[in-house]
């Protein structure tokens, strides 16, 4: 199977770059989480609306979704040896990887508009 | 030579139950295991964090949900899962830069991932207050 996507050095650097930004990420979510007074709906939004968590945030999403489709790519490449079904299989992993990532978006741009 | 031939090629019979993986090997193989459990639990994920941004009243329904005693356990195999894949991960990225590779510091490096992850899931719990 001779896909682009499917091969090369690439997708190795991207897996491991995005891992990097996913563990900087964890470490200072987690720093947020276990530093903050309370956890309530108004910190939480204004946590969120803070331009350099929003960027952070959106950072993560898109790192995680290339991560994800990596790895899961691999695991499919590995167990499903029927090409029609691989290439079925594939197509739903990637929908459900833009699905979750436009909503994500979706729900960071109105998190943004109905404070400001 | 035929008999030769023929005992060479009886079936090999594997009992799963008796194999025993190195700690490396667990280690490997729960990385891409809850690798897999992320990626199922994400969408609900996304759910859950458009639930807690949208209003007050559906902040309330997360916590509500994420309180049910199933959700109570979902929630502590997922945090595992992340801690899991977090502390494998490294080890993985440090053996990419050629830092534990030799035999028996990958076997040291697996024990350390196992003991970091459960330390981390402990103290998680306790934070969580349950």
């Known amino acids: ?116 | 030579m035929v008999g030769r031939l023929m005992s060479d090629n009886r079936p090999v019979y594997l009992n799963l139950l008796k194999i025993r993986l190195p700690v490396p090997g667990i280690v490997s193989f729960a990385h891409r295991i809850t690798g897999v459990l992320l990626f199922l639990s994400l969408p609900f994920a996304v759910y859950l964090l458009d639930l807690s941004i949208e209003s007050q009243d559906s902040f309330a329904r997360v916590q509500q949900i994420l309180d049910q005693p199933v959700m109570l356990i979902v929630q502590i195999l997922l945090l595992w899962s992340i801690a899991h894949h977090f502390f494998a991960g490294i080890r993985f990225l440090l053996i990419d830069a050629e830092i534990g590779v030799e035999k028996s510091q990958a076997r040291t490096g697996a024990w350390l991932v196992m003991a970091a992850e459960v330390l981390t899931l402990f103290v998680i719990v306790w934070g969580m207050g349950i």
């Open chain 1, 1 to 116: 199977m001779s896909l682009y996507v499917l091969e090369g050095l690439r997708p190795w650097v991207i897996q491991r770059v995005s891992a990097v930004y996913i563990v900087l990420f964890i470490v200072y979510a987690a720093s947020c989480y276990f530093t903050a007074d309370a956890i309530a709906y108004e910190s939480w939004k204004n946590w969120l609306y803070n331009p350099f968590n929003t960027t952070v945030v959106g950072i993560f999403v898109i790192a995680l979704l290339f991560h994800a489709w990596i790895g899961m790519r691999d695991v499919v490449l590995d167990y499903v040896h029927n090409i029609m079904f691989r290439i079925f299989i594939l197509a739903i992993l990637i929908g459900i990887l833009i699905g979750s990532g436009l909503w994500v978006f979706r729900i960071l741009l109105l998190s943004v508009v109905s404070i400001g």
